[in-house]
């Protein structure tokens, strides 16, 4: 069965970094979209950002942009999301998703496959 596993949250002071990593299984990677969305408590899960299957377009959320850079690796089958500059509204839990259509990457419905979450905690 598919399998998405992130890690890499944790509790980090702002201005601060983190490295998000998402390992997949189960699936042919390099056919797949790959994205990160993140839910805070009491809001909607929103788009973060997104990487093409050869990881020759990315997409970004505005409130990310400059800040966040997605990556993938596709012999290891993970990809990555390197977070700079850390602000508190960062703070939610983060999910990796994989999207075979690649057709609305910013949409969540597209999504067929989700991890279970890494927390990311920045305090200010």
């Known amino acids: 069965q598919v399998q998405l596993v992130e890690s890499g949250g944790g509790l980090v002071q702002a201005g601060g970094s983190l490295r998000l990593s998402c390992a997949a299984s189960?699936?042919?990677?390099?056919?797949?979209?790959m994205g990160w969305f993140r839910q805070a408590p009491g809001k909607e899960r929103e788009f973060v950002s997104a990487?093409?299957?050869?990881?020759?377009?990315?997409y970004y959320a505005d409130s990310v942009k400059g800040r966040f850079t997605i990556s993938r690796d596709n012999v290891k089958n993970t990809v990555y999301l390197q977070m700079n500059s850390l602000k508190p509204e960062d703070a939610a839990v983060y999910y990796c998703?994989?999207?075979?259509?690649?057709?609305?990457?910013?949409?969540?419905?597209?999504?067929?496959?989700w991890g279970q979450g890494t927390q990311v905690t920045v305090s200010s």
């Open positions: 998703a994989a999207d075979r259509l690649g057709w609305r990457t910013r949409d969540r419905a597209e999504y067929e496959y």
């Open positions: 990487i093409a299957r050869s990881a020759d377009n990315t």
């Open positions: 189960g699936l042919t990677f390099r056919n797949y979209v």
